[in-house]
Structures are given as structure tokens and as C-alpha cells.
């Protein structure tokens, strides 16, 4: 007599017709959402299949046409539907969590000063405008103890720069009644290092922004894989 072997489900099967032990939400509730595959994870927002694939094998899918979570999450519309089974609806959902994310990361920076997360920052920056394709210039507005009040994206530009407005800077750190903010910006030329212009627009700012008693405690730049901070390259002189 021959053992009973359990054998993995046919791929083609609907999700809800798998063994309760395999379903991923079922996994989850058991062992955690570290227990489940990149496939099954996504497979999560995707929720749904089609006639020809269920929910993990669009998944996997998307995962190999990207390349990865990364990749896939910065997707345009376009691309993303260019998978086969793969629209609007699946790619609103996975915008949605990623932006869940995001703001879950961003209520944690306001747990203390700002200055004493660094790497929680750089995490938050690079996630959320490190890998754009276009340069954004963006602040943190701190209130008197440099707790966290607002972190707000304030101009966009092209691929290799950004028009800053000094004046609707501080009227937005005005607004909210700031005494610090720390500058932020991104390069998509993957470079995190500050240009000649980065100097100099950082002095300005700080010059100007100091008249009116609101400290620049840092400017970061930020990649996709890279992260700069002014402070700690020695570049935010006190008397500048």
C-alpha cells in the first residue's frame, strides 16, 4: 500500500477551490503574511483572476514582466495593462496599498524630532519620490521641538530639474506655523549628490527663510538606492 502524498493544486484551479490550508488569505491567518510567496502577497491585491489564470498566476505574471515589486509599483497605467488579464481596477488596488504604506511610514516619523529618524526618513523619501522619473522638490515642516507637522511635496519639474518658488515656500511653512523645515528633493539621474545649483539654491533658501525665524535643518537628496543629506556632508554651514 502505497503513502498518501499531498500534491499542490492544478494552477488553472479557481484560488477558492484550493485546499483551505493553501489559500493564501487562509496561510496568512494561520502563519503569517512572511509565510506566502512575492505571487501569492500581490496575489492578495489582485484578488481576482480570469477565465485563463487565477489571481497568483497574474501575480507571478506581473511579477516576471517587472522584474519585481519594485519596478511594478512605479508602473504606469500603460504598462501595467499591457499584461493580459491585468486593468484598471487591479492597478488602482495596487496604487491604493502602496500609498497605505507610504502614510503609514509618514505617521511613523512623527513619533519624535525628525532629526532622530534618520534612517526611517531616508526609507520614507526614497520610497516616495526617490524613484520617480521626474524631479520634485518637497519639505518637512517642523513644529518648535522638530516634531513632524506636515511633510508635503511642493513643485515638480522634468527629468533634470525643478523650478523653486522661494516665496510659496515660506508662505506653506508660514501656514503651518514652522519654526524648522528639512528640504528635500530627488535625482532621477540616480546621482545622490548635490550640484552646484543644489548649493546654491540651499543657501538661498536658508538665508531667506532664516529671516524669518525658520531654521533649514537639512536638505536631503534622494534615488532610488542612494541618499545625501546636506548636515551630515558638512554643506548646511550655520552661517550661511
Known sequence: M???VAMAPPTRLSIRNWPTDMQPRERILQFGAQSLSNAELLAIFICTGNKNRNAIELASDALQHFGGFHDLFTS???DFKSIPGLGLAKWTQIQAAQEIVK?????????RPLLQSQAMTRQFLQSSIGSLDHEVFACFFLDHLGY???FKVLFRGGSNSTFIYPRELVKEALKRNSNAVILAHNHPNGIAHPSNADLLLTTKLKKILNSIEINVLDHIIVTQNAYYSFLDGGNLKQDS
Open 2 to 4: 502505497f503513502p498518501i
Open 76 to 78: 504606469s497605467f500603460d
Open 103 to 111: 502614510r503609514a511610514s509618514l505617521e511613523k516619523l512623527k513619533d
Open 148 to 150: 513632524l507637522i506636515e
